[in-house]
């Protein structure tokens, strides 16, 4: 009796996970947050590039500005160094951008080398229409800020552009964290801006309208995960943020399992220090007449549902566990052995199929046919080892930012 309520607490959970995941699917239809064309037939854009010891690949990206079609002055690109002796500022001098070295050393992350940035514009009182930010290692396709500017008249607060990989082909795990991305945009951001919710941005390749930025004085996202945090400002605050997947960067993914989980491990613990910050405010902030409740009701729940999913298979694994333990007989044994191995393929599948979907709606992403399919059959196996991830977050003693080496790679 006490077997078969602990395994009906476990299908509870995953029913239960289930039903969360159709709930947040409804809310996304809910929003209608128009947007309000710029008539502005002129704006100048500014360029943020945080670039800590950045020398192996910043070239790549000065140079991809300085080819866009819609051409940005590079005297309006800001390189953002911690030292005077870094070889990344001879780079950015010959591209003829701008150098801010960092003074506040003590103040780790991407945020705060923003927030001097932008406090230094601001002392020599320059004025932007937007600001765009990237990574270091990121190359622009030229027709990039072309693209973004469409998006910008159209009147949106924020945009972000497709994000494809400069290195996929390297290796299963480069393949594999590629499609995090696709998952987040293809997947999920593709069908936010069909109902107009808000998009998740993640990671750089985005904009922010000046204005806005002016009325912060500065950037004002600190924790491990500015990007995640800004996504929930913009839903609180009833920003118009969209996808646009004509504006296309390359990004530079991990080749090793370590640098993998040490960049999700920071993922993770940012993105529940976002939440305990922010969640509670948005949720306070929903009324009924709100034009973004959708975002706001989608967002509360945010990895709700997947939680709930895998606490009913840890809850199920354990108690089956306990049962053999307790009754040790050689046919329980066996059946407990073949229900896991139906359990563990029948995720797999689950997973496969997930991956299947993010790779067949994906027309544009640089990766070749065989590392699709090193991906199509190894990434269920990397989404699994989100959770030993979550668990490595959850016990992180420092909420400290880890620098990910890059190296200069060519995109093919």
Known sequence: MLFFIASSISLLFLISGFIVFLFGIH???????????????????????PARDESRVISGLLESIAGQTRSVSMQDVYVIVEQENDPTIAIAKKYQAQVIVRRHLDQKGKGYALQEALTAIFANHQKYDAYFIFDADNILDKNFIMEMEKTYRQGYDIGIGYRNCKNGNSNWIASCSTLTFSLLNTIMNRKRI??????IISGTGYFIKGDIVSK?????????????ELTLYSILNGYKTYYNEEACYYDEQPTTYHQSRVQRTRWIRGYFDARKIYVPQIRHS?????????SKKAEVLGVIPYI????????????NVIEVFVN????????????????????????????????????????????KWKALLLHPFFLVTYISCAIRALFMKERVWEKIEHKEVEIK
Not at 31 to 48: C, E, G, K, M, Q
Not at 194 to 199: G, P, S
């Open 27 to 49: 809310y996304t239809k809910k929003n209608n947050n128009p947007t309000i064309p710029i008539s502005n037939d002129h704006p100048r854009f500014a360029v943020l590039i």
């Open 194 to 199: 069909k109902y107009q919710a808000n998009v």
């Open 216 to 228: 912060w004085q500065g950037f004002p996202f600190h924790t491990l995960t500015e990007d995640y």
């Open 286 to 294: 929903i009324h009924q007449n709100d034009r973004n409740i959708g």
């Open 308 to 319: 709930l999913m895998v606490i009913g298979l840890i809850l199920w694994l354990l108690i």
């Open 328 to 371: 040790p007989s050689t046919q329980l044994k066996w059946l407990f052995v073949i229900n896991l191995i139906g359990m563990c393929l029948f995720a797999y599948v689950i997973l496969y199929l997930v991956t299947l979907v993010i790779i067949i709606k994906e027309k544009k992403l640089n990766l070749k046919d065989y590392a």
